[in-house]
Structure formats: structure tokens, C-alpha cells
């Protein structure tokens, strides 16, 4: 079975950091693009960031910019060495979402996600003011 297990949420004050990780499991996912992406109560799931397989190119969310940052580690064919993570800094009230990971079989970085294959459960993250 695939599984991309997400960590590092957690209930933080406004301007503080968070950094998420995702770890896939049950396939090599080092030529998949991953993405990050947020939903928050009584909204739609939103793009936050993404990035391609070769990590040559990001996109993020206009409101996340500057703020956030994508990376995975160096691509590897067991996976050790694919997570992927998502550094929060200066944190907002209204970055509070659940979180989700999920990988895209097109190498390309992607904003849309129907373009994803897999997804995670989530992680909570809460910014309170």
C-alpha cells in the first residue's frame, strides 16, 4: 500500500515557525512531484507549495510566499531519503488548516490537485493570536 505520512503540526502563537514533513512509503516516489497543500474548516482544499521531482522548480501560493519553503531531500530509490517538508515561518491566524501531502506521477511541479495521485491524513496546524 502507498501511504505519505505527514508530522510536525501543532498549536503555535501567531509569528512563531513550524516545519511538516512527509515520508512516503509502499512505492519509490523519487521521480513524483510533491505537493503541500491546506484546508481549513468550511473552505476548500487550497495549493500551498509544490515541487517538481528534481527540485529545479517551486511554486507556492501567493499568500504563503516569502514565508514558506519547500524541499525534499536527495532523491533516492527506497524512499529513505525522500521526505519532503515544508518550513512555516511567521506564522499567521489564518494559516490555520489541516495540512496535507501528496505526490503527482507527472514530474512536473503542479498547483492543481487533481493532478495528485496520492494524498496523506493530514496534520493539524492552529495559529492561535
Known amino acids: 500500500q502507498v501511504h505519505l505520512v505527514e508530522s510536525g503540526g501543532g498549536l503555535v502563537q501567531a509569528g512563531d515557525s513550524l516545519r511538516l514533513s512527509c515520508v512516503p512509503s509502499?512505492?519509490?516516489?523519487?521521480?513524483?512531484?510533491m505537493g503541500w497543500f491546506r484546508q481549513a474548516p468550511g473552505e476548500e482544499r487550497e495549493f500551498v507549495a509544490s515541487i517538481s521531482w528534481s527540485g529545479g522548480t517551486i511554486y507556492y501560493a501567493d499568500s504563503v510566499k516569502g514565508r514558506f519553503t519547500i524541499s525534499r531531500d536527495t532523491i533516492s530509490r527506497d524512499n529513505t531519503k525522500n521526505t519532503v517538508y515544508l518550513q512555516m515561518n511567521s506564522l499567521e491566524v489564518e494559516d490555520t488548516a489541516v495540512y496535507y501531502c501528496?505526490?503527482?506521477?507527472?514530474?512536473?511541479?503542479?498547483?492543481?490537485?487533481?493532478?495528485?495521485?496520492?494524498w496523506g491524513q493530514g496534520t493539524q496546524v492552529t495559529v492561535s493570536s
Open positions: 501528496a505526490a503527482s506521477s507527472d514530474y512536473s511541479a503542479s498547483y492543481y490537485t487533481w493532478k495528485y495521485d496520492y
Open positions: 509502499g512505492r519509490t516516489f523519487g521521480n513524483y512531484s
